[in-house]
Structures are given as structure tokens and as C-alpha cells.
């Protein structure tokens, strides 16, 4: 495991790291040059600008070999989102200037409401979408797949792995029914929650474009990037100084794209043995639930899953009630995305797998890390036996679940 300097203030037990990760002293030690002195322009010719030039191209090599591609296809971003919107956005674009008649895109019910609410838009501009349904473990089925490709299909995006149930999905199978049906179709997967967590490798995966984010692996927020296979066009969202080989203008963020390719040089370095880590913290957490806080509900597959995710429904419990009384306790947790949390909406992934809504407004998400320890998890146990009791005492659905 990378050395643990993360400053656990006041005893907070922080286990929300899908949310956003601590960022780790030696990517910050990495960093700091390319906030200070080190702080020239990359596009510029002198001294200054040509060290930062170079720092980006050692970044961009770093973030190739986490994922096994060329340097040349990997494009910096602002993040996950951006990222996932320059892959739609661009390459169905891009296609449909040229081949007018083709405009069908597929992407499943329980992706991140960054492709979601980007198929929503491109609906809008004439595009058809297809919206694949999933298991109850939240897999995605491959026979739906099949019967929804046709000749106008343009692009398939399916998250490698979900970021609220932490289910893996099955991508080279899925990639393998679309190359069997069309060469020529473009397969993007969003890879935000994976990267980090498992092995990926694009060739293996047989996947044209990826989506990666620094702020999810213990680097900086404000930066990720585009995997997209060589000969794939795709159009800019951004114009104007052409960076980024033209196709993401602005300048470069610098210090967060060198903190981004640090983090992926450590998440390959110990990711055999932080992934173990976690999934033993994991499987405790589980098991220990399981053994001694009835009516819960794992959500998601157990045997295809994150090493770091636990959602669980408490049957009675109101899961915001539920997350307030942890916070006081100091357990950090969540309910869900907190990339939509803000707006009050009903969880679309746990619906997507059956889910009534009082098993989703009882639902609760611990993501693990690396900074977490087993006296963390065992102290998590004994706050959420004791406030899950205390909840169902006042629930008025309490009778509804009782054993």
C-alpha cells in the first residue's frame, strides 16, 4: 500500500471515497514545483514553458500505462464528466456529419448521470438512444444488447464498473457482441469508480474510449481524461488555443495533470495489494452486518464488485436519517451519488434493479480506502447497530419489516 499521510482530523472515519479520495502526500510533494516556481506556460518556447510541456507528456505516458494505451490517445480533461461528454458528445457527432443516417446510440439504466443526462441532451439534437435494463445485481444483459443493435447504431457506453452498487460489468463480453454485429461501431465505458480499483486494459477490454478521473484515486480534483483509440475522430467541445492536439483547448492545468499521472503511477505500483486491502475490509464490513443487523439488504452483485464498495438497504430505515446520526458519530458516509445528491432524487440505479421505494430510501453506501483500517470498520459496525435500532424504534414502517 502507498505510504498513509492522510491527516484523519478529529478521528473521522471517512468511508465516501467514491465521492472523492484524500489526495496523497507524495502526489502533493509531486505537485507543489507546478504551483510555485515551475509555473510557466506549456505552450510557450522558453525555459519555463518547455518544463512544463515536458511534465504533461510524463503525466500523459503515466495515465497511458495504467490503462495499457498509447500515450498519443489519451487526452487531459477537467474531470470524469467532461470526459464523458467529449466521448459522446464528439464521436457521435463526428460520425453523423458524415454518415447522416446514422444517429442510434445505446447506453444501460444505470450509468453515471454524466452519460445519462448527455444522451438527454443529445436526444434533443436528433439522436435516438436505447437505454439497456439491468439484472438485479445490476449486470447488464447481454441479450438486450443484441436486440437493440441496428444498422444506425453509432456508439454503445457502458460503465466499467457502477459507482453507487459497485457492480462490475462485463465489458469485453459486452464489446465482443458489438464487434461481432459492427466493427464500426464505437464502444466507450466510463471508468471513473474502476480506475484505481481493478485491472484495466483497454486492448484486453476491446474498448475505443474510456473515461478517467484524478479525484476518485488520491489525486487532485479538477482533472481527468479521454482515452480514445487511435483513428477514431471525434469533435471538440472546447475551442480556441488548440491544446491538447486541437481537440480540448484552454490552457493546461499543470500541476493537476501532474498530480493526476502520479496517481496513476502509484494505483499501478500497489494496486494488486491495495485491492486485496480493501476487499478484506470490504468483506468483514459485509459479513459483520450480515451476522448482527437484521433486515438489511446487500445491493449489487457480491461476486462482481469493487474491492472498495458496500451498499446496503436497512428495511424501516430511512437512509438520510440513518447517514445524519453516523455523521454525528464521525462516520463519513453516503446515500448515494454525490454527484446528484443536491437534487433530492430517487436513486435511478437502485430502482433499476428492483428496488420499491422504501428499500431505496433506506439505502446507504460505505466506499472504502486505503487510508481506512480495521478498527475503523469494527467501530462502523457498533455506531450503525446502535443507530439502526434507534431508528426503527420511531419508524413507522418498522412493523412492516419486523422479523
Same mark, same amino acid.
Do not use: W
Given at each position: ?12 472515519? &471517512? ?20 504551483? $510555485? ?9 522558453? !525555459? ?5 510541456? +515536458? ?12 490503462? #495499457? ?5 489519451? &487526452? ?8 464523458? #461528454? ?21 447506453? *444501460? ?54 459507482? @453507487? ?69 471525434? @469533435?471538440?467541445?472546447?475551442?480556441? $488555443? ?13 500541476? $493537476? ?19 486485496? &486491502?480493501?476487499? &478484506? ?10 451476522? @448482527? ?19 446496503? !438497504? ?29 437534487? %433530492? ?12 421505494? @422504501? ?7 460505505? *466506499? ?5 483500517? +480495521? ?10 447497530? %446502535? ?17
Amino acid at each position: 500500500m502507498s505510504e498513509n499521510k492522510f491527516n484523519n482530523n478529529n478521528n473521522l472515519i &471517512y468511508l465516501d471515497h467514491a465521492a472523492s479520495t484524500p489526495v496523497l502526500q507524495e502526489i502533493i510533494d509531486e505537485m507543489i514545483p507546478y504551483l $510555485g516556481y515551475l509555473f510557466g506556460n506549456p505552450s510557450s518556447i522558453h !525555459t519555463h514553458g518547455i518544463k512544463s510541456k +515536458i511534465a504533461i507528456q510524463i503525466a500523459r505516458k503515466r495515465v497511458a500505462a495504467l490503462i #495499457n494505451s498509447k500515450p498519443s490517445e489519451i &487526452y487531459f480533461t477537467s474531470g470524469g464528466t467532461e470526459s464523458d #461528454n467529449l466521448a459522446l458528445k464528439g464521436i457521435c457527432k463526428s460520425i453523423r456529419n458524415n454518415q447522416k443516417i446514422k444517429n442510434h446510440i445505446i447506453t *444501460s439504466a444505470i450509468e453515471h448521470d454524466a452519460i445519462l443526462e448527455t444522451c438527454e441532451n443529445l436526444e434533443k439534437d436528433g439522436f435516438d438512444v436505447s437505454y439497456l435494463n439491468v439484472d438485479r445485481n445490476g449486470i447488464v444483459e447481454k441479450s438486450e444488447l443484441k436486440k437493440c443493435l441496428t444498422e444506425k447504431t453509432i456508439l454503445v457506453s457502458i460503465m466499467l464498473a457502477n459507482n @453507487e452498487i459497485g457492480t462490475i460489468q462485463p465489458i469485453r463480453e459486452l464489446s465482443e457482441i458489438v464487434r461481432n454485429f459492427d466493427k464500426k461501431i464505437i464502444f466507450h465505458s466510463d471508468a471513473v469508480q474502476a480506475a484505481g480499483k481493478i485491472l484495466i486494459n483497454v486492448k484486453e477490454l476491446d474498448v475505443d474510449a474510456l473515461s478517467l478521473s484524478s479525484h476518485k484515486m488520491n489525486g487532485p480534483k479538477g482533472v481527468g481524461a479521454l482515452y480514445v483509440r487511435d483513428k477514431v475522430k471525434f @469533435e471538440p467541445l472546447i475551442h480556441g $488555443g488548440g491544446q491538447e492536439l486541437t481537440l480540448r483547448s484552454g490552457t493546461e492545468n499543470v500541476h $493537476g495533470i501532474v498530480g493526476f499521472g502520479k496517481a496513476c503511477e502509484i494505483s499501478m505500483r500497489d494496486l494488486k495489494n491495495n485491492s486485496q &486491502y480493501m476487499c &478484506y475490509l470490504r468483506d468483514f464490513l459485509i459479513d459483520r452486518v450480515n451476522k @448482527e443487523i437484521p433486515n438489511n439488504k446487500l445491493n449489487g452483485s457480491l461476486e462482481h464488485r469493487l474491492p472498495n464498495n458496500v451498499n446496503f !438497504t436497512f428495511l424501516g430505515v430511512n437512509g438520510e436519517d440513518l447517514l445524519i446520526k453516523l455523521d454525528e458519530e464521525g462516520i463519513l458516509a453516503s446515500t448515494g451519488s454525490a454527484c446528484s445528491t443536491n437534487r %433530492q432524487k430517487e436513486s435511478h440505479v437502485l430502482k433499476a434493479i428492483g428496488l420499491n421505494h @422504501e428499500e431505496i430510501s433506506g439505502s446507504i453506501r460505505f *466506499s472504502l480506502g486505503i487510508q481506512n483500517n +480495521i478498527e475503523d470498520i469494527e467501530k462502523t459496525i457498533i455506531v450503525l447497530k %446502535q443507530r439502526v435500532t434507534e431508528l426503527l424504534k420511531i419508524s413507522p414502517l418498522k412493523q412492516k419489516y419486523k422479523e
